[in-house]
């Protein structure tokens, strides 16, 4: 998730495991939280595909939690000037790297917490990466538990972001089952499903199912009381990698990028040598990927590059809006 939220999640849980220390332990158990993304640092002016392949592998991984959290409350250490003591501070900042890397297992991106014995990247996608709501109940608690020195307001917001991924869960299952009776109706047997939440919210959801190597692309708006409504998208058909003309340097570039995107690949409809995950769009039942590989056939000793197209126009924003409030929309002309 976003930093702000690991931060806030990481200070909760590093009180309620300190129990003592109560301004260090919120501190270690933020820097812990904060640590395991500096792996976005590690990056590749040559190689754009190095920062997606490592971000969060071997440091979101439980294998990686104890020297990770020696190394925050070390810091946090010395800056408070020893005090409290250093278990205090490591058990803040070990509980705080654990709710990081289990918050982003939570997320849809995928977290390799099992590394280097498990190369399978967990992803309940229970949680958008930005999520205010979560964000509120985690900063009410440590503006709380910071002013009264006191571990019972970060216990009690640690209850309610328990709570709030656990309705995430039932809202995600909800999608699941709508779209599987939908693939039902129209006789497809979906061969995978990717259900992810869209941002800020749990009751719009992106869906996009695999049938007779097509994408049907879906949004799906699961009120929390009352039947869920289903805004069809534009198929897009599976892009075979075979079929890619492409120079040995740049194919391997393709196979390392399939991997990342568990082979939800397809051909960005406005970019011929744009290759895309069909998972991740701007709106939820949009068939333009959020980002892909561009490949260089004038430049085959080239690697290729990493593009996003994050634009969002007003016409964009009103749809959106639209979907989230369950409103009935027209067929999207493009």
């Excluded at 200070?11 to 904060?34: E, I, K, N």
């Excluded at 009410?140 to 910071?146: H, M, T």
């Excluded at 049907?216 to 069809?232: K, W």
């Amino acid at each position: 998730m976003d930093p702000l939220s690991h931060g806030l999640l990481g200070a909760v849980c590093g009180l309620a495991a300190a129990r003592r220390g109560a301004r260090g332990a919120l501190l270690a158990g933020a820097a812990g939280a904060l640590l395991p993304d500096a792996d976005v640092l590690l990056r590749s002016h040559v190689d754009p595909l190095l920062t997606l392949e490592l971000h969060r592998t071997f440091s979101h991984s439980f294998v990686a939690a104890p020297a990770g959290a020696a190394l925050a409350a070390t810091v946090v250490w010395l800056l408070r000037r020893r005090q409290p003591g250093w278990p205090a501070l490591y058990a803040a900042a070990l509980a705080g790297f654990v709710s990081a890397i289990l918050l982003d297992a939570c997320t849809s991106y995928g977290t390799q917490l099992g590394w280097p014995f498990s190369a399978t990247r967990h992803a309940a996608s229970v949680i958008a990466v930005v999520d205010p709501w979560m964000t509120v109940l985690l900063l009410a608690g440590v503006v709380v538990a910071w002013r009264r020195r006191s571990a019972v307001p970060a216990w009690a917001a640690l209850a309610c972001a328990l709570a709030y991924l656990g309705l995430g869960a039932v809202q995600h299952a909800r999608a699941v089952a709508t779209v599987t009776a939908l693939a039902a109706t129209r006789g497809d047997t979906p061969a995978r499903l990717a259900v992810k939440p869209t941002l800020g919210n749990l009751l719009l959801w992106r869906a996009v199912y695999e049938a007779d190597g097509v994408f049907r692309i879906e949004a799906v708006r699961v009120p929390l009381f009352g039947d869920p409504v289903v805004y069809p998208g534009r198929p897009q058909p599976r892009l075979d990698l075979a079929s890619v003309d492409a120079s040995p340097l740049q194919r391997r570039d393709l196979a390392r990028f399939a991997a990342v995107s568990d082979g939800w690949l397809v051909r960005h409809p406005d970019h011929a040598d744009v290759v895309g995950d069909i998972r991740y769009a701007m709106l939820p039942d949009a068939h333009r990927p959020l980002w892909g590989v561009q490949l260089q056939p004038q430049a085959p000793a080239r690697h290729v590059t990493f593009e996003t197209f994050r634009a969002f126009s007003a016409a964009d924003r009103a749809h959106f809006l639209a979907l989230l409030k369950g409103h009935p929309v027209a067929a999207r002309a493009d």
